[in-house]
């Protein structure tokens, strides 16, 4: 499994806010490493979303937000479209491994 | 525009060889550091490889270690990841894509991916 935690899926109305959790521990999120959010619609490549737990890249649209706590971080999405329908991931990096470490994924489904 | 553009993706036995390379243009390369992410069919993202902008740091990830070797050409905005004793586990999109640090950084581009087929 992944060394961060994400819920395999989510859904929610148009118009509405969703939110995905991302759970690591004290060698990467806990230890203070930033959490970056990508997004990947159906076919294509991920593209950076959020970066440093809350920045967004000129670009991506002020409906998506992030922060992050401790071991935790968190990816809101409000006035949910049809467009969100993609996956989504967070990634950090962790000092054990000494690598870059990735969610398992979200799957975010707009109904 | 930045572009990284994948290639050398294709069908391969297992236990074979196959050299991907990852073509940066649109932005001057020298300063970024590449990563490789693959994904296998269905699956989430797993990071493959790092190599640091003067290609002196590379670092892989366990399950590639002594299989895989990341190498550039900044002459020819190039990187290449060079994969042998490839496993039908390997079998994978395979994605480049940049960072301006060697790790913890976010990848701000990425190119479309080269598919890895493993398969006899």
Not at chain 2, 16 to 37: A, Q
């Amino acid at each position: 499994q992944s060394v961060l935690t994400q819920p395999p899926s989510v859904s929610g109305a148009p118009g509405q806010r969703v939110t995905i959790s991302c759970t690591g521990t004290g060698s990467n999120t806990g230890a203070g490493y930033d959490v970056h959010w990508y997004q990947q619609l159906p076919g294509t490549a991920p593209k950076l979303l959020i970066f440093n737990n809350n920045n967004r890249p000129s670009g991506v649209p002020d409906r998506f937000s992030g922060s992050k706590s401790g071991t935790s971080a968190s990816l809101a999405i409000t006035g949910l479209q049809s467009e969100d329908d993609a996956d989504y991931y967070c990634q950090s990096y962790d000092s054990s491994l000494g690598d870059t470490v990735f969610g398992g994924g979200t799957k975010l489904t707009v109904l | 525009q930045v572009q990284l553009v994948e290639s050398g993706g294709g069908v391969v036995q297992p236990g074979g060889s196959l050299r991907l390379s990852c073509v940066g243009s649109g932005f001057t390369f020298t300063p970024y550091h590449i990563h490789w992410v693959r994904q296998a069919p269905g699956k989430g993202l797993e990071w493959v490889a790092v190599i640091s902008s003067d290609g002196r740091n590379k670092d892989y990830g366990d399950s590639v270690k002594g299989r895989f070797s990341v190498s550039r050409d900044n002459s020819k905005n190039t990187v290449f990841l060079e994969m042998n004793s490839l496993r039908r586990e390997d079998t994978a999109m395979f994605y480049c894509a940049r960072s301006w640090g060697y790790s913890a950084y976010p990848f701000d581009y990425w190119g479309q991916g080269t598919l890895v087929t493993v398969s006899s």
